[in-house]
């Protein structure tokens, strides 16, 4: 599974929560006793984001979408989540980073046959 979506004030955006809500099913994805039923699956996402939330940053805790995002794919079953922090990606817009350069660092990242736990793209 890949998921790209930006990060709205700290979290996702509200259609992406809705969709979530929307496959959060028991008997379809999470058993009567709270199972997870997507067992051994694997999902990447890909987190834009206007500020610089990666691991080490000063604003790494606000990033609320990460935790929610490996949250609830844990309680549907998939536990192997993979994370690409898209950061500062309004950078171009200040003239920091041209918009291609930037689409280039997310490709390549995404291209990445496994990438750890968080890879971060940042200016």
Request: hydrophobic share 45%; aromatic share 8%.
């Amino acid at each position: 599974m890949v998921i790209g979506t930006p990060m709205f004030n700290f979290s996702i955006p509200a259609v992406l929560k809705a969709y979530i809500d929307h496959i959060v099913r028991v008997g379809v994805t999470v058993s009567s006793d709270n199972n997870g039923l997507l067992i051994g699956k694997k999902a990447n996402i890909i987190l834009a984001s206007g500020g610089d939330f990666s691991p080490g940053s000063p604003v790494e805790k606000y990033n609320q979408a990460s935790g929610y995002l490996r949250q609830v794919l844990g309680w549907i079953g998939i536990v192997d989540v993979d994370f690409i922090l898209a950061g500062r990606a309004r950078a171009g817009d200040y003239g920091e980073q041209a918009v291609e350069e930037f689409g280039e660092l997310a490709c390549s990242a995404a291209a990445r046959p496994s990438v750890s736990s968080f890879a971060t793209i940042t200016p």
